[in-house]
T-cell receptor, first 112, second 115 residues
């Protein structure tokens, strides 16, 4: 089955700096890669996703890149703000309604 | 759009009792819903896939007789933790899937504490 590894486990950045979180997956059949942000005591919220026919996707300060050959994908947050502090999860799965496998999560702390 | 609710948000119960958690898709129909469990400072672990009108599919190691899932309509799935014990204390999160090429949208979670 699919296995997703996520690094780093914790990341501290200064406000305004960029943050990068990386994930690798094992199943070459996976073709859907969402990223979720989870605040304390709340459910995960989708922040961006990418499908395997695309190499990069951007939404304002957030971007995701995908390297299918190497089986890894990354989340990039630019101009970080204190409100970006949260736990971020990557996930991998099949596009058509199948289950997602989650990474272990990254605690992002943005220091002001 | 794509809002998923859960009820209750938190529940405290005595050991040996059963607890029912509801997951509703408020503005879309979901033929598939997923139930996850999350222990403190850990990732989401899929427990089961709930399909409207059919039996749920459980992940390996999840007791189907302990975690009863009912997906009675296209907007409601319920998870019942039967004979709950302290080790069942966790954060239970559901997600719903609007369609075949849509992502999963998560509910706010239910905090269960078994005394």
């Amino acid at each position: 089955g699919e296995n997703v590894e996520q690094h780093p486990s914790t990341l501290s950045v200064q406000e305004g700096d960029s943050a990068v979180i990386k994930c690798t997956y094992s199943d070459s059949a996976s073709n859907y890669f969402p990223w979720y942000k989870q605040e304390l005591g709340k459910g995960p919220q989708l922040i961006i996703d990418i499908r395997s026919n695309v190499g990069e996707k951007k939404d304002q300060r957030i971007a995701v890149t995908l390297n299918k050959t190497a089986k890894h994908f990354s989340l990039h947050i630019t101009e970080t703000q204190p409100e970006d502090s949260a736990v971020y999860f990557c996930a991998a799965g099949m596009e058509y309604g199948n289950k997602l496998v989650f990474g272990a999560g990254t605690i992002l702390r943005v220091k002001s | 759009g794509a809002v998923v609710s859960q009820h209750p948000s938190r529940v405290i119960c005595k050991s040996g009792t059963s607890v029912k958690i509801e997951c509703r898709s408020l503005d879309f129909q979901a033929t598939t819903m997923f139930w996850y469990r999350q222990f403190p400072k850990q990732s989401l672990m899929l427990m089961a896939t709930s399909n409207e009108g059919s039996k749920a599919t459980y992940e390996q190691g999840v007791e189907k007789d302990k975690f009863l899932i009912n997906h009675a309509s296209l907007t409601l799935s319920t998870l019942t933790v039967t004979s709950a014990h302290p080790e069942d204390s966790s954060f239970y999160i559901c997600s719903a899937h609007p369609g075949p090429i849509e992502t999963q949208y998560f509910g706010p979670g239910t905090r269960l504490l078994v005394l």
